[in-house]
Nanobody, 124 residues
Framework: QVQLVESGGGLVQAGGSLRLSCAAS????????MGWFRQGPGKEREFVAG????????SYADSVKGRFSMSRDNTKIAVYLQMNNLKPEDTAVYYC?????????????????WGQGTQVTVSS
């Protein structure tokens, strides 16, 4: 029911920055939580950042704390991921996800809706 579309991925050198966007078709009780996940080559999907529309501060994976920041735009029903000081290990397909508020925002199964992903490649 909820469609998510990611954009903003691309190729960047180590130390550079990218800003990812995720536009949602609607906001419902089943999509109160928003998250960013990524999946690198030969790796499992992992949590990057998450927030709740109704309030609270974003949470982040330890690997991106201090470098990435997540924000929301209520009027556009969109969330963003500002990525700074990118490293080659950040190379992955980044996915936007939405679901009900959960005590486990870092788990993929906590989210019901997923975008198709956007590729981020960081060269050394």
């Amino acid at each position: 029911q909820v469609q998510l579309v990611e954009s903003g991925g691309g190729l960047v050198q180590a130390g550079g920055s990218l800003r990812l966007s995720c536009a949602a078709s609607e906001r419902t009780s089943s999509s109160d939580a928003m998250g960013w996940f990524r999946q690198g080559p030969g790796k499992e999907r992992e949590f990057v950042a998450g927030l709740v529309w109704s309030g609270g501060n974003p949470s982040y994976a330890d690997s991106v704390k201090g470098r990435f920041s997540m924000s929301r735009d209520n009027t556009k029903i969109a969330v963003y991921l500002q990525m700074n000081n990118l490293k080659p290990e950040d190379t992955a397909v980044y996915y936007c996800a939405a679901g009900r508020r959960s005590p486990w925002p870092d788990r993929p199964h906590s989210y019901t809706y997923w975008g198709q992903g956007t590729q981020v490649t960081v060269s050394s």
